[in-house]
């Protein structure tokens, strides 16, 4: 008996556990009869009302995809921290404390300076990334235990034209509005003019923040010409 993908409708073998196409481990229980029928077979009324189901029982959940959303980018940022860079905030925080000790109680020489410096610095560094890693586990069993939940909630919901991944209500609400505009005919028509859009955006935010620092730039450049010049001045007339 043929089955489909629980996630993107792809026929499967009646034996398989996971779907070649998506990679999605599949759940018997779960296994709609027929596939996702794909947007582009769908006329616009049609399309359009399905995604009208799909965002009012999503909105449902749209308080669990905001916090999925948080972890995801909390993950991210804390995936970008070095050790390198905790030793040396830490470091930075040993060498104002040896300037405090240096002032008020008159610590001073090579050996004190390094072994508050840099004993700041590794022990700090240390418990700061410990501290991280712990915190990213407990992210990560957060994060599995809401996607799970969340496609648990999705796979409710019959005939959704959108895929798991963009089934956050916002982004559906973005591409219903899209294809009412009739900037797209297609799901993923709409899902292309989003990262479109949000490339431009991008790209303008960029030219943007260019010119700002070129008139930074500028005006510092024009500040210092003037103050030359009134230097100058100020140095011909006391010569005279």
């Given at each position: 008996m043929a089955k489909y993908c629980v996630e993107c409708g792809h026929a499967?073998?009646?034996?398989?556990?996971?779907?070649?196409?998506?990679?999605?481990?599949?759940?018997?229980?779960?296994?709609?009869?027929?596939?996702?029928?794909?947007?582009?077979?769908?006329?616009?009324?049609?399309l359009l009302k399905r995604l009208d189901d799909a965002?009012?029982?999503?909105?449902r959940k749209q308080q669990h995809y905001d916090?999925?959303?948080?972890?995801?980018a909390e993950k991210a940022a804390r995936q970008s921290r070095s050790y390198a860079g905790s030793v040396f905030g830490f470091a930075i925080l040993g060498l104002i404390v040896f300037v405090v000790l240096a002032l008020f109680f008159?610590?001073?020489?090579?050996?004190?300076?390094?072994?508050?410096?840099?004993g700041i610095g590794f022990m700090g560094g240390t418990w700061s990334?410990?501290?991280?890693?712990?915190?990213?586990?407990?992210?990560?069993r957060e994060i599995t235990g809401t996607e799970r939940g969340l496609r648990s909630h999705f796979s409710e919901l019959r005939d959704c034209p959108v895929a798991f991944e963009y089934s956050n209500p916002r982004v559906v609400s973005e591409i219903r509005r899209l294809i009412s505009a009739g900037r797209a005919d297609t799901v993923k028509e709409a899902i292309n003019c989003m990262i479109e859009d949000a490339h431009r955006e991008k790209v303008l935010a960029q030219q943007q923040e260019i010119a700002r620092q070129a008139k930074k730039a500028a005006d510092a450049a024009g500040?210092?010409?003037?103050?030359?010049?009134?230097?100058f001045?100020?140095?011909t007339s006391k010569r005279r």
């Open positions: 499967l073998p009646s034996e398989a556990k996971f779907c070649n196409a998506c990679g999605t481990r599949q759940d018997a229980k779960a296994m709609p009869a027929e596939p996702r029928a794909s947007s582009a077979n769908l006329g616009r009324p049609v965002i009012a029982h999503l909105s916090y999925f959303d948080k972890l995801v008159e610590i001073s020489g090579w050996p004190a300076f390094f072994v508050t410096v840099l990334n410990s501290a991280n890693v712990k915190r990213l586990e407990v992210i990560e500040t210092a010409s003037l103050f030359t010049a009134a230097t001045l100020s140095i």
